[in-house]
């Protein structure tokens, strides 16, 4: 590292860089590179904010940060603009050198071929000034654009975890991190209008009078009725855009949780009404952006028509003025040569309107919530690690929002070496005490303190997992160390799991851990703790997850006193696991929101209606209970496992230490994610035509032939007045008929291009952004569950959020600006060679050298963009993962600065892939520009060489030849834009036709209303795997369970419990043998009859963000009244009440503990009430008597009903009818626990004796 900085250099890249490299501009990389990790707009932004506190405006930042260098572009932009107005006199003189040829004062030759030398010259000139403009404004769009999203990102790292009321919701972020920042970037391409517009205008005008006199003043009339009408679009389109971005913000916030929560949206069988309520907010978008769709087809009619109808009346008053006979060909083209290129800046001033004002939504949207409060550092740290005070809170209040408390401490101190438990019921506030001690709530009290002196590491209640690998997410940026990894992966009892995994810890674990269990993921959420071997370690609940003898197991590895890896470290473990409470130094009671109790075990035992003494009485009873109902049943006698027994049940307990269940997963499957997919070559035709056939064939056909007849009519225009000039100079020319046929063409001009702009947008675009949408949500929410084991949330959003957004807008305006420009182009070259048909002889030459262009430049173009696309993927999985993961990140580890530099290097990836394709874009135009200049070269060679030409003619196509230069850049570059932006339609597409589930519907069985009417289970030699390819994670499974059974499922990790779940409810499918319910195969199910008949509870619950009353019946099936009759019967009718709203309050993940929400599912499956209920350790994160209710209801509702348990805690399983015990996907044990306890070689027994239940 030292030598690579000592020989660091410090000339400029370009001088080394290769003629390649100049050509495309590859050495600013480097440069764009290290210009993003500069964070001068962070340092901008925050002065801002210094000088103006909550009036602080990012605009302000933006132009402190980028103003010189877009200075220096508009100083290009206004040379540029100078010497365009001087090409009218060239015009004059060039047409009246034609009109002369063949007259008594014919010029001479030499003079024509001068003129067309200084028009070669001035085109040139024209492409180098234009050239530089256009360099610093893409340089300093992909910086812009860099800049924003790190700064977006720096604020991310401030915002409260837990109260997006202010800050916003993940959707909200990753809207500020790509739509708005592009919006923002895409204006500055019309920031040269601010400068151009006044003075091309101004010189424009003076040149225009020296033409017409005081007729030119139509200008300025045309001109005040243009801005009046963009002044009255202005505000309307303001507010609409705010709408469409709000509606937007929404559905990729509600996508961002149908992917989070995609498996149990498909167990609950509720793929389809969450797709519907996504698609209802997408309508509300769609209709709002139809809306502005129409204000962006008026204003750009207006736009395009504002030339035709400026020469209309300059020619109408100048006519009524002076006569027809002053309006000779001369004077025709140059006028309409000099309004146009009046016109231009105009027409971009307006075009630019509705980006503008998209813009400055953005900076708004993005401006709110960089002033949006951050969370206030009250922590105070020290590193002293001497004092025998480790953790000290004094006279503090806490909440998760500002004004709802949630912990109220008078005095707190947690003794230096010492281990404490935090012990309460459900929502007592534990988990607030955690996130209190890191600093991730609010402190609302103005004499509160907390100091925490030493190194903290934390492990979250609801594990926080890196879509990364496992060795990488235990280390969390620390180097490798062998022997402490070891030792850390046998504390934690992963190495058995290691040892199962495809790659061992180098396997990547997916997106949040998906392809991990639930123990897994806890397990390894405390491995990092582990790893950063600091003073503090914070713990919450981490033994819920796991089962009796891995929960003694971590214990003694972490707190023996002799050996533990945490011996002399101050732990402060939030815990449900009161059987531990005697071996702690102290025991903290968490009671409503207070400290109820401090003291040791034997000190708050002594207490006869202490909290504590209460937690330990309810623990003792239930087991107590479990062993009478275990003593008192008799031996059921029924299969037993076969021959195999033995030899498998030794197999089993070999591997019993890392005994976990997997909660949607097994880990026989293969964890490794895969590279996002990216296509090669052209983008086919049949991306085109999946485009067009979702737009609808009429609507494309409607606007082109609208598009046609604008064209036309913008040719026969220039024709028209070019007769009308000559025939005026012939001294016959009726004013009245020729200014008629003008206004009639001006007309059907207006009429043909407000209707092409209107269908491409507002019907044909309106229809493909609906439809496509529709078939990618859709096609998603069908994709079988392996799809999501290995491809991350966030590349899926990618396509839902970036992709989608561009087929909204850009696609259909490059399609639509395409193909008017190609039929422009087509109608130019018709006019020319009909002025001088030797120009045909150049045409096909011409087109070689285009086509030959055009390869070069897409080949790299579309690949470059490609790149782009994918690019955006890791900055918006970052950005989520750190949503996520902020009290972790921050609190925890206070790895803010590495996460922020790792988001940086992702958006510098992302910025380098965009440069490289702006600068191979830039490659074009300069190619194009100089064979436009040859081409009006060209033009004007036949014009001074043919001395028979007509000078009407001439004139119209010298006028369009002119104009052919900037055409042909546009057309290239939009065809470029076309097939860069169609890389999203590809994207899309791609998604469009996933592999899907079996059909949610079918006719081929008559199901009764009330099936499952007994809930009886029949597997017969079922076999399965997770896809083709892999393999079976079950094994001729048979297994028969009577109606009314409790079933209590056991066997380690990757058994094939959780498997046997996901078999039941067709997540995955049978490769042979077959389950049926009630006598039917649920293979001729349709997957929505087969999945809302059944209920589970999951052991990670899902809450959406979503009102309660959505969160617990999304389909609207039950009234209120039976809302909260199963909240009631769930414990959580109290807590709801006390909600603003009710049961119309929104609930996320953060506004809940984890118990509360397992209590929320557990209203989600009283609301449903099916004969067959599938618990996946349902009440691991509840107290006790939290366990005990959640039981007792489920006794009382689901009586008489078939329950399945996949159980950690043998104790859970203990009173069910039969235990089923899985390995390897085989069937080892299958009978009742008291036959079961009463064969001592059984593995049952052994769980048994070492859970101490025998």
């Known amino acids: ?43 901008a932004w925050e002065a801002e904010l210094a000088k103006r506190g909550d009036k602080a405006s990012f605009a302000r930042a933006l132009a402190v940060t980028f103003g010189p260098r877009i200075a220096a572009m508009l100083l290009f932009a206004l040379l540029n603009t100078l010497i365009a107005l001087l090409t009218p006199k060239f015009v004059e003189y060039f047409v009246g050198f034609v009109v002369a040829r063949g007259t008594p004062t014919e010029p001479p030759l030499a003079e024509g071929l001068a003129m067309v030398l200084v028009f070669i010259a001035f085109g040139i000139t024209q492409s180098v000034l234009n050239g530089q403009q256009q360099h610093i404004l893409q340089t300093e769009s992909a910086r812009m654009l860099a800049a924003i999203r790190g700064v977006v990102y720096h604020k991310i790292l401030a915002i409260p975890s837990h109260d997006q009321s202010q800050s916003g919701t993940s959707g909200n972020i990753v809207n500020h991190c790509q739509v708005d920042a592009s919006r923002i970037v895409l204006a500055i391409e019309f920031a040269d209008s601010i400068v151009t517009v006044p003075v091309g205008l101004a010189l424009g005008m003076a040149l225009m009078y020296q033409q017409v006199g005081w007729s030119m003043m139509m200008i300025l009339a045309v001109m005040a009725l243009l801005m009046a009408l963009m002044g009255g679009i202005g ?109 231009s800046p105009l ?228 815990t449900h696991a009161v059987h531990h409470l005697p071996d ?91 590279d996002e997919s990216k296509e090669s070559g052209s983008v086919g035709w049949n991306v085109y035509v999946t485009y067009m056939r979702a737009s609808g064939w009429f609507n494309v056909a409607a606007t082109l032939l609208f598009a046609c007849i604008a064209n036309s009519m913008m040719i026969f225009e220039t024709i028209w007045l070019g007769m009308w000039g000559q025939a005026a100079t012939e001294g016959h020319a009726d004013f009245g008929f020729y200014i008629g046929i003008y206004a009639v063409i001006s007309i059907v001009f207006a009429v043909g291009i407000l209707g092409s702009i209107y269908m491409a947008l507002a019907v044909a675009g309106f229809h493909a952004s609906l439809g496509m949408f529709t078939k990618v949500l859709q096609s998603v929410m069908r994709a079988p569950g392996w799809f999501f084991d290995v491809t991350p949330s966030g590349r899926i959003l990618n396509r839902m959020a970036s992709d989608q957004d561009k087929v909204d807008l850009q696609v259909p305006l490059n399609l639509m600006q395409f193909a008017y420009l190609l039929i422009y182009v087509v109608a ?134 002119f104009v052919l230069v900037t055409i042909f850049s546009q057309i290239m570059t939009t065809y470029g834009s076309v097939e860069n932006t169609l890389v999203s339609v590809e994207r899309i597409n791609e998604y469009m036709h996933l592999p899907a589930e079996a059909p949610e519907e079918t006719t081929a069985v008559a199901l009764d209303a009330k099936w499952p009417a007994d809930g009886a289970i029949e597997i017969d030699d079922y076999s399965t795997t997770y896809r083709e390819g892999l393999d079976p994670v079950l094994k001729h499974v048979s297994v028969h369970v009577r109606a009314g059974e409790r079933i209590g499922i056991v066997g380690r990790t990757g058994a094939g419990k959780s498997s046997l779940t996901l078999a039941l409810f067709r997540i995955i499918e049978a490769t042979s043998g077959r389950i049926t319910i009630d006598g039917l195969d649920i293979a001729q199910l349709g997957l929505q009859d087969l999945r809302t008949r059944l209920t589970i509870l999951p052991q990670d619950p899902i809450i959406f963000h979503a009102s309660v009353r959505d969160n617990l019946d999304p389909t609207g099936a039950n009234d209120d009244a039976a809302v909260w009759r199963a909240l009631d019967s769930a414990g959580l009718a109290d807590f709801i009440r006390e909600l603003e709203g009710q049961l119309d309050a929104p609930l996320t993940a953060a506004s809940m503990s984890v118990g509360q929400s397992q209590l929320l599912c557990l209203a989600r499956a009283l609301l449903r009430k099916t004969k067959i209920l599938v618990l996946d350790e349902a009440t691991a994160s509840v107290d006790p008597q939290t366990d005990e209710i959640v039981q007792k209801t489920i006794r009382r509702e689901f009586a008489g009903c078939t329950i399945l348990t996949i159980a950690h805690r043998v104790a859970t399983v203990m009173d069910y009818d039969k235990i089923l015990t899985l390995d390897h996907g085989k069937v080892v044990e299958f009978d009742s626990p008291e036959a079961l306890l009463a064969d001592q070689e059984s593995v049952f027994y052994s769980l048994a004796k070492e859970s101490k239940l025998i």
Not at 331 to 337: A, I, P, Q, Y
Not at 513 to 531: E, F, K, P, T, V
Not at 560 to 569: A, I, P, T, W, Y
Not at 903 to 917: E, M, V
């Open 584 to 674: 702690v130094d102290r025991i903290v009671a968490v009671q409503d929101g207070k400290i109820a109790e401090v003291g040791t075990y034997a000190e708050l035992m002594a207490r006869e209606d202490g909290v504590v003494s209460d937690l330990v009485r309810e623990y003792m009873t239930k087991r107590r209970d479990d062993d009478e109902e275990e003593t008192s049943g008799s031996p059921n006698g029924d299969v037993r496992g076969g021959n195999e027994k033995e030899k498998a049940r030794r197999a089993l307990e070999k591997s019993l230490s890392s005994t976990t269940v997997a909660s949607t997963k097994d880990d026989d499957k293969e964890a490794e994610g895969a």
């Open 828 to 961: 130019v070259f018709i006019n020319v060679i009909i002025a001088s048909p030797w120009f045909a002889l150049i045409v096909v030459p011409i087109g070689v050298l285009f086509v030959w262009i055009e390869r070069l430049y897409l080949n790299v173009s579309r690949e470059v963009q490609r790149l782009f696309q994918i690019s955006l993927s890791p900055i918006f999985q970052h950005v989520t993962e750190t949503l996520d993961g902020l009290p972790v990140i921050r609190g925890g580890y206070h790895h803010g600065d590495k996460f922020e530099q790792m988001a940086l290097d992702k958006i510098d990836n992302s910025a380098q892939a965009w440069y490289a394709s702006i600068c191979t874009t830039r490659w074009l135009y300069v190619q194009v520009e100089l064979v436009g200049n040859l081409i009006m070269g060209l033009v004007a060679l036949l014009a001074v060489l043919v001395k028979d030409a007509n000078a009407a003619l001439i004139g119209s196509a010298l006028s369009q030849a």
């Open 235 to 343: 505000g309307p389109l303001a507010k609409i855009q705010t709408e469409a971005l709000k509606h937007n913000d929404t559905r990729v916030k509600l996508c961002s949780d149908a992917l989070t929560g995609i498996k149990t949206y498909k167990l609950y069988g509720w793929t389809k009404p969450i797709a519907d309520r996504i698609l209802a907010v997408r309508e509300k978008q769609l209709l709002a952006f139809r809306k502005m769709s129409i204000y962006i087809s008026i204003q750009a009619g207006a736009i395009n028509v504002l030339p035709t109808l400026s020469v209309f009346a300059i020619f109408l008053v100048y006519g009524a003025m002076h006569g027809s006979a002053d309006l000779t060909v001369k004077k025709v083209f140059v006028v309409t040569t000099l309004y146009r290129l009046i016109s």
């Open 1 to 43: 590292m030292g030598a690579t900085v000592a020989s660091k250099s410090t000339s400029s890249p370009e001088l080394t860089a290769s003629y390649l490299a100049k050509i495309t501009f590859w050495w600013v990389l480097p440069l764009l590179s290290r210009a993003s990790k500069t964070k001068r707009l962070q340092h």
């Open 347 to 574: 027409q971009m001033l307006a075009f630019g309107w509705a980006p503008l004002v998209e813009a400055s939504v953005s900076i708004g949207r993005i401006s709110k919530f960089l002033n949006t409060p951050e969370l206030a550092t009250y922590v105070d740290r020290s590193t002293d690690a001497s004092d025998p005070i480790a953790i000290s809170v004094k006279d503090a209040q806490f909440a998760f929002v500002d004004d709802k408390p949630v912990l109220a401490i008078d005095q707190l101190e947690f003794a230096r070496g010492s281990v404490t438990a935090v012990v309460g019921r459900v929502g007592a506030g534990k988990t607030a005490l955690l996130n209190a001690i890191l600093g991730e709530v609010y402190q609302t009290s103005p004499n509160g303190s907390v100091t925490v002196r030493g190194t903290v590491a934390y492990a979250s209640q609801k594990a926080w997992i890196l879509n990364a690998s496992l060795r990488e997410n235990i280390l969390f940026g620390l180097p490798y160390d062998e022997k402490k990894y070891r030792k850390i992966i046998e504390a934690c009892a992963l190495k058995r799991d290691l040892a199962m995994l495809v790659n061992g810890d180098q396997t990547l674990i997916g997106d949040k851990g998906i392809n991990l269990s639930g123990g897994q993921r806890a397990r390894l959420n405390c491995a990092r703790a582990l790893y950063a071997d600091a003073d503090l370690f914070l713990l919450d609940d981490p033994l819920s997850a796991v089962d009796a003898h891995v929960d003694r197991h971590l214990f003694d590895a972490w707190f023996n006193l002799d050996s533990g890896l945490l011996r002399g470290k101050t732990v402060v473990l939030v």
